[in-house]
């Protein structure tokens, strides 16, 4: 592997090249290629939107943009109200004697979670479960990556990490657990969720995308989970904030406005998401949609 800087050019053949960050996860980054003939941007999963932990990605004029189009039909609500509700939802659980479970992706979205806890409601006991334990512990090995990066290791040391049995028994009894896997599907959350499922104070609030065939798609539509080999019913609150740090709509289209490409190439969307950002960029861009 050779690494390099955001912002540092390198040399690949005639081409010379640098990342920009993109704003997705810490460490995430836009490759801007310069070619003889041309400047391309690949953009990656990316977001311009500022979230807990990194900062939102910038424009980078260039001649040809590959843009991901993963939200291209989704107008995101204001994330700050986002981030409210979602504080004010777990508060309520906590004050009628429930606690609140919190899937969440190993690395972004429960780091995510757990600084928004922190700084707003800091009185709360919040424990972490799950892979993204190690991811953190990477993460502030390279603070350089990280949008406040003293504020991440706070966070840190006020949550209560699980590492056994023993703390999962005791965890049963937080205000808060975040624990991985985001959609469901595996992962400490399953464990949770069944020994939570019997009280109806508790409640499980979903703040990632849930993909159809997942165990958070099955909760949202029908109120219940794969857990160990059964389909049971979840008789729960079940709520869903959005709190993704892909690009919605409105950021992606000005975002490519910002770039001034003469085309733009959108990829990682299906057709429900492709065709309204062409519709808005193809007046202004050649828009191409591959296959």
Request: proline residues 5%.
């Amino acid at each position: 592997w050779t690494t390099h800087q955001i912002g540092d050019w390198f040399e690949i053949g005639e081409w010379k090249c640098r990342f920009h960050r993109a704003g997705h996860i810490p460490g995430a980054v836009m490759i801007e290629i310069e070619t003889p003939e041309m400047r391309v941007l690949w953009t990656g999963d990316m977001d311009t939107r500022a979230s807990p932990n990194v900062l939102g990605a910038l424009p980078v004029e260039c001649d040809v943009l590959f843009l991901e189009g993963t939200y291209g039909n989704r107008v995101h609500p204001p994330r700050v109200e986002e981030e409210e509700r979602l504080v004010s939802k777990v508060l309520e659980v906590v004050d009628r004697g429930g606690t609140a479970l919190i899937p969440a992706f190993a690395s972004g979205r429960g780091q995510d979670v757990l600084r928004i806890l922190k700084r707003e409601a800091p009185s709360l006991e919040a424990h972490y479960h799950g892979m993204g334990t190690r991811v953190t512990q990477l993460w502030m090995e390279h603070p350089e990556s990280i949008r406040e990066p003293k504020q991440l290791a706070k966070m840190w040391r006020w949550c209560r990490r699980v590492s056994g049995k023993s703390d999962r028994r005791k965890a049963l009894d937080a205000d808060v657990i975040v624990s991985t896997s985001g959609m469901l599907d595996g992962g400490p959350a399953i464990w949770y969720a069944n020994r939570l499922r019997h009280h109806g104070a508790n409640a499980i609030l979903l703040t990632g995308y849930q993909a159809e065939g997942s165990g958070g798609r099955l909760l949202l539509d029908e109120r219940k989970l794969r857990i160990f080999g059964d389909v049971v019913p979840i008789d729960l609150e079940v709520e869903q904030f959005s709190l993704s740090n892909h690009a919605g709509q409105t950021e992606l289209v000005n975002f490519a406005r910002a770039c001034a490409p003469r085309h733009v190439v959108i990829f990682h969307a299906d057709e429900e998401g492709r065709e309204p950002l062409s519709t808005q960029l193809a007046g202004e861009m050649k828009v191409h949609l591959p296959s």
